[in-house]
């Protein structure tokens, strides 16, 4: 694969696109909690909302101490711009090698682009795509979407492309691993083997790195993500056990007799207090239009004149 520029536009060339895999689509949902996808009308956890949900607990201080050090709003803004700059790379990515006209000329757009073009010199050896944004689902139990499949130095492939504000150490990456692995068992089960992941890297600074899993760190890998899932499948069932609980205490509470009674005295009490009020109110009205009318009398000679 190579980026390619004819006047100002630039494309991809020198690989092709065949049609292996009848890839499935699933409704991806971010709007009721954490990432799920739909998927034979179950609503599967996503691969990157089951990794959040396990992180270790040295990972989850280290964010914690970094949001601490430069201030939490900052680090907000720092994350939702990584995520406004890896959305927009990943765009121009999937729009050059589907072959598709797209450019964005604010600043944000300018610097995606060229970081994409860099992760497009590094391809190479890319020379067949499966798919791109391919949705992919294992044993029922997660979902997720990868940014492109196909063969990379003539081997099945995962690709996926990361962005960063600096390079990164192979320790840092772990959880990216994870994804490869956890979307080459779900393309083992539904399509086909894969030999070969490979993590495209590029920084705002266009440096770029890759990280490349051969067959065994695939094993090791897919090994790993299923202990993993477990993990959270465990954590998720014993969380829902101890709401259910909760919710059968309350439920138990409010169908005892004795507290039937008290939640029904309790509204006895408001309502008499509601309409206790009402008369009140009503009884102050008719006051003060008794008050208005002894007042006009009062300004008015019984002749009609005014004093």
């Known amino acids: ?97 589907n072959g598709e006209g797209y450019l964005n000329l604010s600043d944000e757009g300018g610097i995606a682009r060229l970081m994409a073009h860099e992760i497009i010199h590094n391809l190479e050896p890319l020379k067949v795509v499966y798919g791109t944004e391919v949705n992919l689902t294992g044993k029922n139990r997660w979902a997720g979407s990868t940014d492109l499949i196909g063969e990379y130095d003539g081997k099945p492939t995962i690709i996926d492309y990361k962005q960063a504000n600096k390079p990164k150490r192979e320790e840092w990456i772990e959880d990216y691993y994870y994804q490869i692995a956890a979307y080459s068992l779900a393309h083992e089960e ?26 065994a760190k695939l094993d090791e890998y897919e090994n790993k993500w299923l202990e993993r899932l477990e993990g959270y499948e465990k954590a998720r069932a014993e969380r829902e056990a101890k709401e259910n609980e909760k919710f059968e205490k309350i439920k138990k509470f409010y169908s005892a007799p004795v507290a039937v009674a008290k939640a029904k005295k309790d509204q006895e009490k408001k309502e008499a207090k509601e309409k206790k009020e009402a008369k009140q109110l009503k009884e102050a009205k008719k006051l003060k239009e008794k008050q208005e009318k002894a007042q006009v009398r009062i300004w008015h000679r019984p002749n009609g004149k005014n004093f």
Request: glycine share 6%.
């Open 190 to 215: 539904h399509y086909g083997p894969i030999d070969q992941g490979l993590i495209c890297i590029c920084t705002v600074g266009k440096q770029y790195q890759e990280f490349k899993m051969d067959t």
């Open 1 to 97: 694969m190579h980026l390619l520029q004819r006047d100002t536009k630039f494309f991809v060339g020198d690989f092709k696109k065949i049609n292996k895999y009848n890839y499935a689509t699933y409704t991806r949902d971010d709007n009721h909690g954490p990432r799920t996808y739909k998927v034979n009308n179950l609503n599967l956890p996503s691969v990157t909302t089951i990794l959040q949900a396990t992180q270790s607990k040295d990972k989850q201080q280290g964010l914690d101490k970094w949001r601490e050090r430069i201030g939490f709003h900052e680090a907000m803004e720092i994350v939702q711009d990584a995520a406004k700059r890896g959305t927009e790379m990943h765009k121009v990515l999937e729009k050059y090698v």
